[in-house]
């Protein structure tokens, strides 16, 4: 079946360098795509989403570029913090539907 | 304060004995879904509403029902549990199927024994 899925599960990130963290999604039909951040104990929070006309969105502190040409997401944060440690999920949802589909999750450790 | 409800938080279960994790959401959202997560699988989508009396299924709906009578409530239902339903669950609401910016209730974590 189709997945999303991550380059790496973990990251680790010195305090206020920029993160970069990457997601390549299968299905071409996607038209949605979304990044949640999910702290220990809590469930996943919004952060950022796109749709498949645009290359690149901001918001505050991160960026989401999408490259449908190879079927690749990226969230990155600028100026990592220490409450940025978290597992950051990039999802995916086919057009014309209400599924959602995850992929597994990177790990983000920020050093002091 | 916009929110999604879950309870409980915690549940450790027989097999067999049915049960019902609850789920309210006070944003008047449309849309509703169940997930589970495992560790090293992410979220996987159990079932779906878009609104009320309409539902769908997910990727994993197998041992599950859900209904939707009310805008607000969106249970999932376990009619006879066994322990490979044993994972943390939530429930989500958006204002529509394509606004998927959702937001999360904080968990269930269900052990089924």
């Known amino acids: 079946g189709e997945s999303v899925g991550l380059h790496l599960p973990t990251l680790s990130v010195q305090e206020g360098d920029n993160s970069i963290i990457n997601c390549a999604y299968s299905n071409s039909a996607s038209d949605y795509f979304i990044w949640y951040k999910q702290e220990s104990g809590k469930g996943p929070q919004f952060i950022i989403d796109i749709r498949s006309n645009m290359d690149k969105r901001q918001g505050q502190r991160v960026t989401v570029l999408l490259n449908k040409t190879v079927k690749h997401l990226s969230l990155q944060i600028a100026a990592t913090q220490p409450g940025d440690s978290a597992v950051y999920f990039c999802?995916?949802?086919?057009?014309?539907?209400?599924?959602?589909?995850f992929g597994a999750g990177t790990r983000l450790f920020v050093k002091a | 304060e916009a929110q999604v409800t879950q309870n409980p938080r915690y549940l450790i279960t027989v097999t067999g004995k049915k049960l019902t994790v609850t789920c309210s959401q006070n944003m008047n959202h449309e849309y509703m879904s169940w997930y589970r997560q495992d560790p090293g699988l992410g979220l996987r989508q159990i079932y779906y509403s878009m609104n009320v009396e309409v539902t769908d299924k997910g990727d994993v709906p197998e041992g599950y029902k859900v209904s939707r009578k009310e805008k607000r409530n969106f249970p999932l239902i376990l009619e006879s549990p066994s322990p490979n339903q044993t994972s943390l669950y939530f429930c989500?609401?958006?204002?529509?199927?394509?606004?998927?910016?959702?937001?999360f209730g904080q968990g269930t974590r269900l052990t089924v024994v």
């Open positions: 999802a995916e949802s086919p057009t014309g539907g209400f599924k959602t589909i």
């Open positions: 989500a609401s958006s204002l529509s199927g394509t606004d998927l910016g959702a937001f």
